[in-house]
């Protein structure tokens, strides 16, 4: 039996609205594909805005897409739940590879994406937040008892769909981070589950953001592997250099490559410079020393680096705050 992600995503969004009438709201669900609404949302919270008339096409119905039928009306949504620190929502799965499930190219880019990169699309609202949109910008999916850093490249459209542009499937549910296969491999969940409930968040740089300090060495023959990231070098025991998780060296699409950054701990400060990343995906190769993925939260820094907050090498992680110079 296929897997029904788009039909078990309507699922939940229905099960949601079915308990609405606590907020003063009365909602009637007929169908899991038809669901009528006799008053909206309070001011500030998240309503229909909509629906949609189905129209039946060529769709791919990989992943266990569900396909718009004619006739049936689907739900619109041009809003999505405020973001905090661990936004709900739910995860399904999504190829945005070429004539994959998808449709066409990524929203964001114009592109295709292969299977094995980690990416994400996200419902309208989520994207299109405050007039700002969250294209190429890095997020951190937590599930599973898990963590991912993956890219948004996409739109999963909460207004519009039943189009070949849309793989004739209904518009998304507002709340849905739709992911690729590699999202889900790394939150060790199987396809076949199709909808999984995750929190997500942007990691945030402020004037003091916590991390943990880690010891690594970028010297030729070190335990960090190969040549550093940004410059293509080795750096000595005695620089202050250090490496980001792989969110906060490209956050926002910015690169953090060389520089400066402040590291407060142990009741010090020191600055570094930004060589080289922490890869929070790929590891276990000779290119990453053998050793697993970096944590989503890491300033791996140098022993000089350590040095100068007064920290000895021996203690391994050690708590800290950092910010942009």
Known sequence: MANLKKLLAMFALLMFLSHLRVHGVSVSVGSSANVTTESSHSRGRCHISGFLHGKFGNCNRDHGSVCCKDGHRYPQFRCSPPVSADTPAILTLNSFTRGGDGGGKSFCDNRFHKDTELVVALSTGWLCLDGKRRCNKMIRINGNGRAVLAKVVDECDSVYGCDAEHNFEPPCPYNDVDASPAVWKALGLKEAIGVFKITWCSPPVSADTPAALTLNSFARGGDDGG?????????????????????????????????????NGNGCAVLAKVVDECDSVYGCDAEHNFEPPCPYNDVDASPAVWKALGLKEAIGVFKITWSDV
């Open 227 to 263: 040549k550093s990231f940004c410059d293509n070098r080795f750096h000595k025991d005695t620089e202050l250099v250090v490496a980001l998780s792989m969110g906060w060296l490209r956050l926002d699409g910015k690169h953090m490559c060389n520089k400066m950054i402040r590291i």
